[in-house]
């Protein structure tokens, strides 16, 4: 399975047009942006790839993994705090000697919309998505990002039952009428 990029909507987030980076969640809500995956990059380089792995959205939360490790990221006003969560870009930040947030962009792919597979599981097309990218990294430039130091293509293998298998197989009942 393969995610064609060219149809999804992208956003790009300039850390330097911003004050604090709780204006990251503002912009993704602003924009409805509930699933997705985005690219952490500094001065041109892809520090990262990740993806959408909790539906704080529904609590009126939006874009909250962005916000968490784009906060660890040093130039913001206010710091994060050590044990927070998001700490993992500490490290990979530490890896841009003399980085600042304002040097910093983060490309949103959107895949709010998306013909997801399974309705209640957006996951495995997110986890498409990441590992597509980060393969096209590797292919152009011999190596994965910093921040993808673990190898996620073992997800890929794992079976899912899609809504579309899920409905051939089970005749839905009218539970109301029973």
């Known amino acids: 399975m393969t995610i064609d990029i060219t149809k999804l909507n992208t956003v790009m987030i300039d850390c330097s047009q911003m004050f604090n980076a709780h204006e990251i969640k503002g912009m993704m809500k602003r924009l409805s942006i509930t699933d997705y995956c985005y690219?952490?990059?500094?001065?041109?380089?892809?520090?990262?790839?990740?993806?959408?792995?909790?539906?704080?959205?529904?609590?009126?939360?939006?874009?909250?993994?962005?916000?968490?490790?784009?906060?660890?990221?040093?130039?913001?006003?206010?710091?994060?705090?050590?044990?927070?969560?998001?700490?993992?870009m500490r490290s990979v930040a530490a890896k841009f000697p003399g980085i600042k947030k304002n040097e910093v962009c983060?490309?949103?792919?959107?895949?709010?919309?998306?013909?997801?597979?399974?309705?209640?599981?957006?996951?495995?097309?997110?986890?498409?998505?990441?590992?597509?990218?980060i393969q096209q990294h590797i292919q152009q430039f011999g190596y994965q990002p910093v921040g993808n130091i673990r190898d996620e293509s073992k997800i890929m293998k794992k079976t899912r039952v899609t809504d579309q298998m899920f409905d051939s197989l089970f005749d839905v009942v009218d539970t109301t009428t029973i």
């Open 39 to 88: 690219a952490f990059t500094y001065k041109g380089t892809v520090m990262k790839f990740g993806q959408s792995c909790d539906n704080d959205w529904q609590k009126g939360s939006y874009g909250e993994r962005i916000y968490r490790q784009a906060h660890h990221i040093p130039g913001w006003p206010t710091i994060a705090s050590p044990g927070s969560a998001g700490g993992d």
């Open 106 to 133: 983060i490309k949103v792919w959107d895949m709010t919309g998306y013909p997801f597979s399974v309705a209640h599981d957006h996951r495995h097309e997110l986890t498409v998505l990441e590992n597509q990218l």
